[in-house]
């Protein structure tokens, strides 16, 4: 009997040295290493692929990488990234030579967007930064092709990089759950955009990758094979909103009770382009903005979702924002419309709202930003809410902004 507990009680220890010791093994190091094999491309640069390049990275990667002040793609905070992971910031991709990204080969930018393995020091970089396993190779240089080019939002910019502070548990995760991807040993060819649903198959599941927050969770999620992530398109995952919040994804099958079922094409255009849903209620951040999506883009994505197997899961309601009782009639329209799902309950989340009082010191100016931003800023990913936000709540949406000032 004594012997049995003693040697429990030796096992018991053993376990706790070893979990200890692997605790602080992945405390000790920084990200996972692997090895580096950068491929030998040197990306021509056409009008063409700019074009293209420019298209995608501005649904792809400016959400993450633009920074509110300067404009480019210096880099910023991920304020929405879930506490137990740490803190995050998107890093300066702009052509810098020593700051950004402006002296890296093509190749070299290729290999991470492809394998997740930093192309300089062979450390993984983590789940926070996507990965593109599925896209065309077409599509990838001409992403590259942008981001060497001479638009204004990619300009040398000279922004130092924050660097993220990875938890222990995002450290564990990256060293037991995640893992890098393959280098493709075969090329990936473009899609044929004349056949929809295939078009739609690879816009929706290899480049704007719908099903990575419409399915049931980012943890269970096949980045591989896609349609196999358990609960595809069915929604549910949880995610943040800037004021870290909880928002649910939507089930975007076309079930007719808790889907998509009953959308027309037209409606569902809408939805993605200008943000929202056939009864006008705001579709609200995280879910990015398609502005920057063609009209054959949006076709295609409807199309596909169409032959995706319904689900007939509910949705999950997302926070609920009550604002407190007395509060002014401009915080509850500040709520109600899911201005404060972005620009955050102070105003400082999706850029820094507190700027615009002394920006736009009359409240005409201020409430025609309000009302179009796109006049101020043509690309902008806000809603234009013209039509949308009653005419009677403008003036004390637009005094609430202010108090967000002083
Ligand atoms: C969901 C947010 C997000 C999106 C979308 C995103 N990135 Fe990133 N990116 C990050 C974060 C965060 C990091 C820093 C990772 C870390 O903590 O080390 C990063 C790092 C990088 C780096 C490494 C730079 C360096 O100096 O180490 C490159 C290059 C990069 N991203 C390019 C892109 C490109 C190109 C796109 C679009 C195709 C893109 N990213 C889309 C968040 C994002
Ligand atoms: C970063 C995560 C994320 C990505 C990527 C994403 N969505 Fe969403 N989506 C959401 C969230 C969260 C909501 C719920 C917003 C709300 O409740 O107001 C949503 C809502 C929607 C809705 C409204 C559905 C409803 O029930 O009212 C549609 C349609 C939609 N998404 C389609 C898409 C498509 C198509 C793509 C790919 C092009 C996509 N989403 C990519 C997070 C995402
Ligand atoms: C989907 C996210 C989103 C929502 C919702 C949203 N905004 Fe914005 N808003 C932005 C972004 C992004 C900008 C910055 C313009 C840019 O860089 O594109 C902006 C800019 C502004 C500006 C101008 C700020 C400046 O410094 O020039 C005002 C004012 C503003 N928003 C008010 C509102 C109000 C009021 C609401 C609610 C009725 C609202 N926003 C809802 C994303 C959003």
Not at 205 to 227: F, W
Request: aromatic residues 10%.
């Amino acid at each position: 009997m004594k012997r049995i507990l003693k040697w429990a009680g030796l096992a018991v220890s053993l376990i706790a040295l070893i979990v200890g010791g692997f605790a602080l093994f992945i405390q000790l190091r920084s990200m996972p290493k692997f090895d580096v094999s950068v491929p030998d491309i040197t990306v021509q640069s056409t009008p063409e692929r700019i074009a293209r390049g420019r298209h995608l990275a501005m649904s792809l990667c400016a959400e993450c990488h633009r920074h509110p002040t300067t404009r480019t793609l210096s880099g910023t905070q991920m304020l929405d990234l879930p506490e137990q992971f740490g803190v995050a910031f998107s890093k300066n991709i702009t052509n810098h030579p020593t700051k950004g990204i402006g002296s890296w080969k093509d190749g070299e930018i290729i290999w991470l967007l492809r394998t997740g393995i930093h192309p300089k020091t062979g450390l993984y970089v983590p789940p926070w930064m996507p990965k593109f396993v599925h896209m065309s190779d077409e599509d990838l240089q001409s992403i590259v092709a942008w981001l060497r080019s001479d638009d204004p939002i990619v300009a040398a910019t000279d922004q130092d990089n924050t660097a993220s502070t990875p938890s222990w548990f995002a450290k564990f995760l990256v060293t037991v759950a995640f893992k890098p991807f393959d280098y493709p040993k075969t090329a990936i060819a473009q899609p044929d955009t004349t056949n929809l649903v295939s078009y739609g198959k690879y816009l929706a599941t290899g480049v704007y990758d719908c099903y990575a927050c419409h399915s049931a969770d980012i943890a269970t999620m096949n980045q591989l094979e896609p349609e196999k992530s358990p609960g595809f398109m069915g929604g549910g995952t949880q995610m943040l909103d800037v004021n870290r919040n909880p928002m649910y994804a939507t089930n975007i099958t076309f079930d007719k009770t808790h889907g998509i079922g009953s959308w027309t094409e037209g409606q569902f255009i809408v939805a993605l382009r200008d943000g929202f849903r056939p009864n006008g209620a705001p579709i609200r951040y995280p879910m990015p903005r398609g502005v920057h999506m063609s009209e054959l883009e949006l076709r295609a994505m409807y199309a596909y979702l169409q032959t995706v197997p319904v689900s007939a899961k509910a949705n999950v309601p997302s926070y609920a924002y009550t604002p407190a009782s007395g509060s002014t009639a401009g915080e509850k329209a500040y709520h109600a419309y899911g201005c404060v799902n972005c620009h955050g309950a102070t105003g400082v989340g999706y850029g820094d709202l507190r700027l615009a009082d002394k920006k736009y010191p009359d409240d005409t100016t201020l409430i025609s930003v309000i009302r179009n931003v796109r006049t101020y800023y043509p690309e902008s990913t806000m809603p234009v809410w013209d039509g949308h936000v009653k005419e009677d709540d403008y003036a004390s949406l637009a005094a609430h902004v202010r108090r967000l000032g002083k």
